[in-house]
Nanobody, 121 residues
């Protein structure tokens, strides 16, 4: 089993910044891919950024140029620096991890409890 703990959410005004962190523990040797997803009220959960162990990062079009993902392979942790936040970025942000990118993209990996991000206009 893998446990994921997110932190760093909060409330900001439009144009502001937040940094999310996610730390993994447990059977972390099985983890190769980690990602950030988000789910806004009434909407499906969507990918924000996918980070493979090789360092490749894939971003959702809606966050490209504003959000930056990073990964610490030693600590088995991922981060999401969110700049130029917009009200439409308001959502619960989830960290996910899995044995490979397909597992994570299919949302069949491990999940954190989520952290709320609220952006006011």
């Amino acid at each position: 089993q893998v446990q994921l703990v997110e932190s760093g959410g909060g409330s900001v005004q439009a144009g502001g910044s937040l940094r999310l962190s996610c730390a993994a523990s447990g059977s972390v040797s099985s983890i190769n891919a980690m990602a950030w997803f988000r789910q806004a009220p009434g909407k499906q959960r969507e990918l924000v950024a996918l980070m493979s162990s090789s360092g490749n990062i894939i971003y959702a079009n809606s966050v490209k140029g504003r959000f930056t993902g990073s990964r610490d392979n030693f600590k088995i942790a991922v981060y999401l620096q969110m700049n130029s936040l917009k009200p439409e970025d308001t959502a619960v942000y989830y960290c996910s991890a899995g044995t490979n990118s397909v597992v994570v993209l299919d949302q069949r990996g491990y999940w954190g409890q989520g952290t709320q991000v609220t952006v006011s206009s």
